[in-house]
């Protein structure tokens, strides 16, 4: 399936209906705050979307199961179960009966019409406000082609997080990942790309060689990893929507490895091994411009943009052992931000500019951690036998990672989890997963 | 300072089809011919010192490291030297040192790490006077490990540098 082809168009359509906003009774406003990690999840009620023609009932019924399992899956949502339900939604134009939500403690209605005509798809949603009796935000109606359903459930789901907490939401999303077989000594790895909760799943190179690491252009249309296909690593830059790849120039006699756009999504970073030395580059994607950023004996590595694009975080030796440390995007005099025990590496930097994410090792454990730019506030969120490579989803509020089991029968799959360190949950791949980098919020 | 803006297209064949080695990433081959009846040399077995089994068997291929280490240690000299008289009696081979790390670290770090070992032994083996163009280093950091049990026993013989010969000259 090609989702590029999807046209998605957003209608006001039905806001005029409830110009009139009802005042807010004795509870405050339908509102999540994220940063403070939710205990108790906001319940709602999800009745199944209505089929407006005739031939739209099981689109209906499966969007309406996205929009719900996005919700959810977020642990900040629980779905009341239907069977909890008094009152039905028999039309959505319907006036909703808000006491007999309440009476069931639905804190928050949504109701939905789904209609195909053709090839062409058309959900609309509304949300309520169950405690206040009034509708949150305006309804919405989104069009495009029925093959691009799922993505519609996810626009809706978007659109109902970002009401109630204010943030923007990350589930019209896609994750690049290395998808993986076989066993530890024999391991076989391909570029897989998939729907953010792991839904259509396609494979964008064979098993042939090793591939590292993917990492998406700023704006989802390119993916940037490293092949072993010559014998030696070197980074490559693959078009997700053709799947063409081409390699990227490189030095003769030097491997190149851990690349990541800048915001621009011209120029790339990249670590480069030479005479047993890494240090890290920048280049232009097209070509040309190369410029060395660090020059220590040590290793230097794993560089993530800020999202304005004026700083690098990486990670270096020089001290003894693995740290983060923060320079000028040119290069120049870099900062130590990690100070804790053990050893820290893989830093990303959060697309909200305010959290940077790394990968800790202590005490033969590793954790997922995210702290602040000047390395305050560490707070470490997973730990396993080994957990790596945080990706952020779009919205800053959600890292996804590799988590690998021990032993002979050794396994690699994905796992998400939020920045407060709840909602640890596995990314259902047919395979084993390793490496994911989430992409922008889809266009 | 600018990268040398030159493309290359390394044959995979130099890697990969043309390795001597029976089994680059699995046990120590440890199935090539044994010596013929009486001491009788057989051709191409690890008891015919002119032999690629004999380099990987009866020499050894590989060195090993301590933890996060790329210093090549006693013992890693010892069989070096080995390596390094043989590569300069049979000037028809050129090698790929291959650098490992074992599991217990970062993806790009162990690459980095690898690349270390790697370069330790190309330069050991230098020193020793094999030509530096006879000699290439790639490292695969955690990606191919020979043992895959999660302990020391298994790590210790992930983190190695392994010779692996191929017959012609690089570029």
Redesign the interface.
């Known amino acids: 399936m090609k989702i590029s082809g999807l046209v998605l168009s957003v209608a006001l359509a039905f806001g005029a209906m409830h110009a009139a906003p009802a005042q807010a009774q004795n509870q405050g406003p339908l509102r999540i705050e994220i940063t403070e990690g939710v205990i108790e999840p906001l319940p709602f009620a999800l009745p199944v979307f209505e089929a407006e023609t005739g031939d739209a009932g099981g689109l209906a019924a499966q969007i309406s199961q996205v929009v719900s399992a996005d919700l959810s899956g977020t642990g900040l949502f629980r779905e009341i179960p239907p069977e909890a339900f008094i009152s039905q939604i028999s039309s959505f134009a319907a006036p909703v009966q808000y006491a007999d939500w309440k009476a069931i403690n639905a804190q928050a209605l949504i109701t939905g019409a789904v209609s195909v005509q053709g090839n062409q798809l058309s959900v609309k949603f509304r949300l309520y406000d169950v405690f206040s009796g009034a509708e949150l935000g305006d309804g919405l109606q989104f069009t495009g082609t029925t093959e691009g359903w799922r993505r519609m459930g996810h626009k809706v789901a978007d659109a109902v997080y970002s009401r109630i907490t204010g943030e923007g939401g990350y589930f019209d999303s896609r994750v690049v990942y290395v998808s993986e077989t076989g066993?530890?000594?024999?391991?076989q790895?391909r570029l897989a790309i998939m729907d953010y909760d792991g839904a259509n799943v396609q494979y964008l190179t064979d098993s042939s060689a090793?591939v590292?690491?993917p990492r998406f252009s700023p704006d989802g249309g390119r993916v940037l990893y490293t092949s072993?296909?010559?014998?030696?690593?070197r980074i490559y830059v693959l078009d997700v929507g053709s799947v063409q790849r081409r390699?990227l120039?490189?030095?003769?006699?030097t491997?190149s490895?851990?690349p990541r756009f800048a915001p621009d999504g011209q120029t790339i970073v990249f670590?480069?091994?030479q005479?047993?030395?890494?240090d890290i580059?920048a280049?232009n994607i097209g070509?040309?411009g190369?410029?060395?950023l660090t020059s220590a004996p040590s290793?230097e590595?794993?560089p993530s943009f800020s999202p304005d694009g004026s700083q690098i975080v990486f990670?270096s030796?020089r001290s003894g052992s693995?740290q983060l440390y923060i320079m000028p995007a040119g290069g120049g005099e870099a900062r130590r931000i990690s100070f804790g025990p053990g050893r820290y590496?893989?830093p990303v930097w959060s697309p909200r500019g305010d959290l940077i994410a790394f990968?800790k090792?202590n005490g033969?454990r590793f954790h997922i951690g995210v702290m602040r730019t000047d390395g305050s506030e560490e707070r470490l969120l997973t730990a396993s036998?080994?957990d790596?490579?945080p990706t952020w989803a779009p919205n800053g509020r959600v890292i996804m990672f590799t988590r690998?089991t021990?032993?002979?029968g050794?396994r690699s799959s994905l796992y998400s989890v939020d920045i407060s360190g709840r909602n640890l949950r596995p990314v259902r791949t047919p395979d084993g997963g390793s490496?994911p980098s989430w992409s922008p919020l889809l266009q | 300072m600018t990268l040398r803006t030159k493309l290359i297209f390394v044959v995979a064949g130099l890697a990969l089809a043309a390795c001597t080695n029976p089994d680059r990433f699995g046990a120590d081959g440890t199935a090539g011919g044994l010596g013929g009846a009486n001491g009788a040399v057989v051709p191409g077995s690890p008891n015919d010192p002119t032999s690629p089994a004999y380099f990987n068997q009866t020499i050894g291929d590989r060195v090993l490291f301590a933890v996060d280490q790329s210093t090549i240690t006693d013992e890693g000299r010892t069989v070096l030297d080995g390596q390094a008289t043989w590569l300069l009696t049979n000037t028809d081979f050129t090698a790929v040192i291959e650098g490992h790390a074992d599991e217990q670290g970062t993806r790009e770090y162990n690459v980095a790490l690898g690349a270390r070992r790697a370069n330790a032994v190309r330069e050991y083996l230098v020193s020793k006077g094999v030509a530096g163009n006879r000699l290439r280093t790639v490292s695969y950091g955690k990606e191919r490990p020979i043992e895959i049990c999660s302990n020391e026993s298994c790590y210790a013989k992930n983190r190695r540098a392994v010779t692996v010969l191929a017959a012609g000259l690089t570029g």
């Open positions: 066993s530890k000594d024999a391991r790895k090793i590292l690491a072993y296909e010559t014998g030696f690593p390699a120039e490189s030095q003769e006699g491997m490895f851990a670590s480069l091994s005479g047993g030395n890494t580059w280049m070509g040309g190369a410029a060395r290793i590595t794993a990670e030796d693995q590496g893989t990968t090792q033969g036998f080994l790596e490579g690998e021990q032993g002979e050794g490496d």
